[in-house]
């Protein structure tokens, strides 16, 4: 329960910090809390979506902070396929292992 607890707390900051830093929100859009995947790229930043809506990458967001890397598995490289969708986010599959989208 106690490793539990730590999990969210640190996500919990992560989220936090990536909030304060997103640029996006001047522009009325979210910063994205899981998504690093770059769907398009304009003077702005960078764009994925989440939940069907547009959100702004932090520049600081990258694999090495990416949701799925504090469940154990790392983010998807190269793969936009969604094989499975669970609580936690979207999940494909890369050298046959799983990876969050």
């Known amino acids: 329960m106690k490793a539990l607890s730590a999990l969210l707390i640190s996500v919990a900051l992560v989220a936090k910090v990536s909030a304060a830093d997103c640029w996006a ?6 910063c994205c809390s899981y998504s690093t995947q770059v769907f398009e790229t304009d003077e702005n930043g960078q764009w994925s979506i989440e939940n069907g809506e547009w959100c702004g990458i932090v520049s600081s967001q990258s694999a090495s902070n990416c949701w799925s890397n504090a469940l154990g598995y ?10 499975s969708t669970d609580s936690d986010g ?3 599959v890369e050298n046959n292992e799983w990876c969050g989208i």
């Open 90 to 92: 979207q999940w494909g």
């Open 25 to 30: 929100t001047k522009l009325d859009y979210p």
């Open 74 to 83: 790392p983010c998807c490289k190269t793969t936009t396929t969604v094989i």
